[in-house]
């Protein structure tokens, strides 16, 4: 197991494909983390990222991309052993440090990918892409009228 074994998770209420483009752009790690070197893996679409990393920390990255509802899923992942001996608190300040880089980063894109939509509010055009087993036999405006749990 490596010694730092970092995931994040994080909806983000955009387009799929806008989401994929925008995180899978290989300039984009050079600013999240300057002082790890990403190399595509596999990329995958629709579905993210795959990188081994090099520099400060050897291991892999991942961004494992989601469609759910209206949006996305970013399963963030960085499994790593740093490259100098780190334990105790410097290992946590260490991840730390990656986690509150990937917080800043991905919140602001949030932020951007998200303006003019009130919290709650769908994306304008979009179709849920997946629905809980409850919600897949509903109407738009209303309950089942096929599920055993409807409300009648």
């Known amino acids: 197991m490596p010694t730092l074994d970092i995931s994040c998770d994080d909806l983000v209420v955009a387009d799929p494909a806008y989401v994929a483009a925008r995180l899978g752009s290989d300039t984009l790690w050079r600013e999240w983390w300057p002082d790890l070197i990403l190399t595509a893996a596999e990329r995958r679409g629709l579905e993210?990222?795959?990188?081994?990393?090099?520099?400060?920390?050897?291991?892999?990255?991942?961004?494992?991309?989601?469609?759910?509802?209206?949006?996305?899923v970013v399963h963030w992942y960085l499994r790593v052993d740093p490259v100098k001996p780190v334990r105790g608190q410097a290992?946590?300040?260490?991840?730390?440090?990656?986690?509150?880089?990937?917080?800043?980063?991905?919140?602001?894109?949030?932020?951007?990918?998200?303006a003019g939509r009130a919290a709650g509010e769908r994306r304008p055009g979009s179709e849920p892409a997946i629905v809980s087993g409850e919600d897949a036999g509903a109407a738009p405006d209303g309950p089942s009228t096929t599920s055993p749990t409807a409300k009648r």
């Open 48 to 72: 993210g990222v795959r990188w081994t990393v090099a520099g400060a920390a050897i291991g892999t990255a991942e961004w494992w991309l989601e469609a759910v509802r209206d949006g996305v």
């Open 91 to 114: 290992l946590a300040r260490l991840k730390e440090r990656y986690v509150a880089s990937y917080r800043e980063h991905l919140w602001r894109f949030k932020d951007e990918a998200e």
